[in-house]
């Protein structure tokens, strides 16, 4: 089956005191159409730097794509114009985010909103617009869509809003959604029910799924097939099912360890002594998480480990494991 998204050696640079660091190095993996990717890792992966990558939403003067290829349903992104990318934005591709509060304009109405979002894409009236933008409501489970509609973003509660998001980001009937974080603000009944929803609309729709988390219980619940990232690298990538069966990278059996009972609040991945190194401070050879790894050998700073295949369909990046090892002695 053709991907529906590819990303090659994906690079994202930013340029510190006339210096570039990559955010995102190296990344390379593909989405299958109806399938839902789970990106996870601590804050300061990478993992919102690669969506907005994909998505061309780098913040100006900041970072930008500087190496690899984004293939996205026969069109390479990082080719396009912004205008072109605008026709895609939105449309074919979407994104949500952990705090629907900032992506709502707090002056207009939701209703006004959401018929933006299709005025934008479609040729339609304003009454077709108002009826299909109720319809959208009622999809994402809000009672009284015609009431709703009425409404400001700061009357509804954050699960209505996060529901709101989805309806617009649903809209245009996008091939690919970019779910960023979607419901780590929500309280964990909230945050199931709109995994739950994501989920359905997803089935219904086969849309492709990119669900970003720092929480691999809700990768388990959620996904299909999962990356593992650290430091801006891809470290691990499998199925699901043979990620919970037996992870093989270090990194991924300490975020197994991490993974929260219903009832704790504390950030999820506190339990991993030390931090992710940052952008300036990144080793400049050999495995990035070698200064945090209980498993870590003397090669482990000197011999940068490469993503391979060491099971089938389970890759991981990490010199325990003899296809991770570069070929010819080459160190990278
Ligand atoms: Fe740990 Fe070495 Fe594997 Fe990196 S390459 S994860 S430091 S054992
Ligand atoms: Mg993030």
């Known amino acids: 089956q053709a991907s529906l998204l590819e990303v090659r050696k994906l690079e994202t640079a930013f340029r510190i005191e006339g210096k570039d660091y990559n955010a995102v190095d190296q990344v390379s993996f593909q989405v299958k159409p109806g399938k839902v990717i789970g990106v996870v890792g601590e804050s300061g992966c990478g993992k919102s730097v690669m969506s907005l990558s994909i998505m061309g939403l780098l913040p100006k003067g900041a970072g930008r794509v500087k190496g690899g290829e984004i293939l996205f349903d026969g069109k390479q992104l990082d080719q396009l114009s912004n205008q072109q990318m605008n026709k895609i934005r939105g449309k074919d591709i979407t994104m949500i985010f952990q705090e629907p509060m900032t992506s709502l304009n707090p002056v207009f109405t939701i209703g006004y909103q959401l018929e933006e979002v299709l005025h934008n894409h479609f040729t339609i009236t304003k009454k077709e617009a108002r009826n299909k933008v109720i319809q959208l409501l009622a999809a ?24 709101v998001m989805i309806a617009m980001a649903i809209a245009c009937q996008p091939k690919l959604l970019i779910a960023d974080e979607p ?150």
Request: aromatic share 4%; glycine share 6%; with cysteine.
């Open 183 to 332: 419901t780590t603000a929500l309280d964990v009944t909230v945050q199931a029910q709109i995994l739950e929803l994501l989920k359905d609309i997803q089935r219904k729709n086969n849309m492709s799924i990119i669900l970003i988390t720092h929480d691999l219980g809700v990768v388990s619940e959620t996904c299909d097939e999962v990356l593992v990232m650290y430091a801006g690298r891809i470290v691990e990538r499998t199925t699901v099912r043979n990620l919970f069966d037996k992870p093989l990278h270090p990194y991924t059996e300490l975020l197994m360890g991490a993974i929260p009972k219903m009832e704790e609040t504390v950030d999820t991945l506190e339990t991993i002594e030390g931090i992710v190194p940052s952008l300036t401070n990144m080793p400049e050879t050999g495995c990035r998480f070698a200064n945090r790894c209980p498993k870590a050998m003397e090669a482990c700073s000197d011999i940068t480990p490469v993503l391979a295949e060491e099971k089938s369909n389970h890759e991981v990046a990490c010199l325990l494991y003899e296809s991770s090892k570069p070929r010819g002695g080459v160190t990278l």
């Open 140 to 163: 994402v489970g809000i009672s009284r869509p015609e009431k709703v509609v009425l409404d400001y973003p700061h009357q509804l509660s954050g699960g209505m809003r996060q529901r």
